[in-house]
């Protein structure tokens, strides 16, 4: 009964915390909190306090609403070892580049008008080049000599993916306006509760908790 009712836990909580039964809801939180998250922190404090829902709401990452896409390296400041994507989007052509890593570069990834395929290394006509197998920490290092020469100056910006809660606070996150993330939990053995949760700051503090909550079936397998 204890192990059930541990496992039932994530549900009692998402449920609870909704106000009615309108479908798909959508709620704003101005003062007080929401699940720990505390309205007038700083980014530093919410970040922190996403950390210890990631059990119970079943949160692994934010991201950035809009996404940012810098288009000088010396611009883009993160720290690449707290995140565990980044895009390369070519300011005149269609393509995009997604490096995946965690201690090391995982997958390299094309995707185009000439299709979508993975890749060795990136670029394949320089002398430094990411390729898979790369450290996550030469990362930095390596970008920054790509981007500094043609044809990559100036003509590819950099994003990252979404920022991952089990690494460390990125200080570039304080100026971060708006953040979202998802949350779910089993409601019943036919349904799916989803929540999407919007973060928006001012004046470097918490100032608005947007909560949209709908229901999906649950696909079981």
């Known amino acids: 009964m204890r192990t059930l009712l541990l496992l039932l836990m994530p549900v009692i909580l ?14 704003d ?16 404090q919410v970040y922190q306090q996403l950390q210890t829902l990631q ?28 995140y ?18 965690e201690q090391s570069i995982t997958k390299i990834m094309w995707s185009g008008p000439d299709g979508t395929y993975s ?12 390729t898979v197998g790369d450290s996550a920490t030469v990362i930095q290092s390596k970008m920054s000599k790509i981007f500094e020469k043609w044809p990559y100056h100036a003509r590819y910006e950099i994003a990252t993916g979404r920022k991952p809660l089990s ?20 409601v019943t053995s036919e349904t799916f509760g989803v929540y999407v949760i919007s973060l928006y700051f ?20």
């Not at 565990?84 to 890593?101: M, Q, W």
């Not at 909560?211 to 649950?218: N, R």
Request: charged share 25%; with cysteine; proline share 5%.
């Open 202 to 221: 001012s004046s470097n503090k918490l100032s608005r908790i947007n909560i949209q909550y709908m229901e999906d079936p649950a696909v079981i397998k």
């Open 55 to 82: 059990s119970p709401l079943r949160v692994k990452s934010v991201y950035r609403i809009p996404r940012t896409q810098y288009e000088k390296i010396a611009d883009f400041k993160s720290d690449p070892t707290l």
């Open 119 to 130: 890749l060795d290394k990136w670029p394949a006509n320089t002398d430094t080049y990411l």
């Open 14 to 27: 998402l449920w609870s915390c909704k106000k009615d039964d309108t479908i798909p809801a959508n709620e």
């Open 167 to 186: 690494a460390g606070f990125d200080v570039e996150m304080k100026k971060w306006n708006l953040w979202q993330f998802t949350a779910s939990a089993l």
């Open 84 to 101: 565990n994507r980044f895009l390369i989007h070519g300011v005149d052509s269609a393509g995009v580049v997604s490096i995946d890593y």
């Open 29 to 44: 939180v101005t003062q007080g909190s929401r699940w720990g998250i505390i309205i007038g922190s700083t980014p530093e």
